[in-house]
């Protein structure tokens, strides 16, 4: 056996993950390929083996994680019934008229996807689909068009029921429940951060985002306010049972998202969009999609186990209690890491990672840690808006339609404005925390 300082320890495995991810190989295998070397050359066989057996079965066996492939399928489901084109349809009547009013219909809808689907790759390639060429056709700029798509569609990753945060909580020993109710607020906040500045930017330039000629609006109000009406009430509703029955101590998150998975089948079928192809489609997707998360959080158990027992984690506590500033040093020094680490590393990564590591943290530097544990979700939102690894980017470049010419360029610009307003949601939540922690503070035990 090799024997090697924690310090290179920690040199060597974090250093490794960063050089295998930009090297273009998948961050799975990287993970686990440099546990396994380091656990062999300084432990060896046996006890590699029996650690990353342990870590392994304490995941798999872990009855929260259940909720995560639960609310992927309703999530599914409910962009397969059809809500996103009817909730457009009904805020382009309404909101159509204003300068960059289609591009806060957009937000709008990110913000209400974001509590119905939760999964990036689905409401970005929505709202591509259905808001971007809408915009364009209309002469908004491309890049303001691109932006409200982007900053909108990654809401759901935050915004509750969201699964970064069914994954969050194993991780950090943080109820669920507790991270649903606290991100809700903060996500809302984005929300209207995003719309202001749309309102504001398209205020001082209106030839980059006109308004909708009034005869595409010609609808007679009792049609406008049931179209939109039957559109955003029953999404609404199943989104505010399964949060509600977390908040009112009825049922645990798996329990409630069993209950939403059920709903959104039922939501569809009253939709008419309800087939056995939608449900057999909807199951592979679902399997799909955890079995990829699954695989992920295995190979990051593997390597955090392999990581803190080599003594890296408090090489790590050591650095960060270290910075200069007291202990909002050292926060700042996280939320730069977290940031960087999201534009070269997939957020899964990150979270399985990074967050069993520096969770423990948030005690020692005598933060309330339900708002340690959001802020770094909060700052999670920059990583798919952040080149070159940026989910959000690289999703709409791809699903938009070729004929409306939006480029990686378009797309990047658009972009930028709403990396600093996440930052600025960052400062809300230092100032008043209570953002975060009013809500989960009245939730019933």
Request: hydrophobic share 60%; glycine share 10%.
């Amino acid at each position: 056996m090799i024997d090697i300082s924690p310090e290179m320890i920690a040199l060597i495995m974090m250093g490794g993950v960063l050089v295998g991810v930009l090297t273009g190989y998948p961050l799975a295998p990287v993970v686990a390929g440099i546990a396994l070397i380091m656990g062999y050359l300084t432990w060896g066989g046996p006890q590699v083996t029996d650690l990353f057996y342990s870590r392994m079965y304490s995941l798999v066996r872990n009855y929260v994680i259940l909720a995560a492939p639960l609310f992927i399928f309703m999530g599914l489901m409910l962009e397969r019934s059809g809500i996103a084109e009817r909730l457009y349809d009904a805020l382009y009547l309404w909101l159509g008229g204003f300068r960059g009013g289609l591009a806060i219909t957009t937000v709008l809808i990110g913000t209400v996807l974001a509590a119905c689907v939760g999964i990036i790759g689905a409401s970005v390639t929505m709202l591509a689909l259905i808001a971007l060429p809408a915009m364009i056709k209309r002469g908004y700029d491309k890049a303001i068009a691109s932006g409200s798509v982007c900053a909108g569609g990654t809401l759901g990753i935050l915004i509750p029921p969201s699964i970064m945060l069914v994954l969050y909580g194993p991780m950090a020993e943080i109820s669920v429940g507790k991270l649903f109710m606290a991100a809700f607020v903060p996500g809302l906040v984005l929300s209207g951060l995003y719309c202001t500045y749309i309102a504001l930017h398209c205020l001082f330039q209106p030839e980059k985002a006109p308004s909708v000629p009034p005869e595409e609006r010609a609808v007679p109000f009792l049609k406008k306010t049931t179209l939109l009406f039957t559109s955003l009430v029953p999404p609404v509703l199943l989104v505010l049972a399964v949060l509600g029955s977390i908040f009112f101590g009825i049922a645990p998150p798996t329990e409630a998202a069993a209950v939403g998975g059920f709903a959104a089948m039922l939501l569809a079928l009253a939709y008419r969009r309800l087939t056995f192809q939608v449900l057999k489609d909807t199951a592979f997707q679902t399997l799909r999609v955890t079995s990829k998360v699954i695989f992920v959080a295995v190979c990051a158990f593997m390597f955090v186990g392999v990581f803190l027992g080599l003594g890296g984690g408090n090489v790590v506590k050591d650095i960060i209690l270290g910075a200069p500033g007291g202990r909002w040093g050292a926060f700042a020094l996280v939320m730069f890491v977290v940031f960087i680490l999201g534009m070269f590393i997939d957020w899964l990564g990150i979270l399985f990672i990074i967050v069993p590591i520096i969770s423990p943290l948030a005690a020692v530097l005598g933060f309330d840690e339900l708002w340690f544990a959001m802020m770094i979700c909060v700052n999670l939102q920059m990583s798919f808006l952040t080149p070159p690894f940026a989910y959000a980017i690289f999703f709409l470049r791809g699903a938009a339609p070729p004929e409306l010419g939006v480029t990686t360029a378009d797309i990047i610009r658009g972009v930028i404005p709403f990396v600093f307003l996440i930052m600025i949601g960052l400062g809300l939540c230092v100032a008043f925390p209570q953002l975060i922690l009013w809500l989960p503070a009245q939730m019933i035990k």
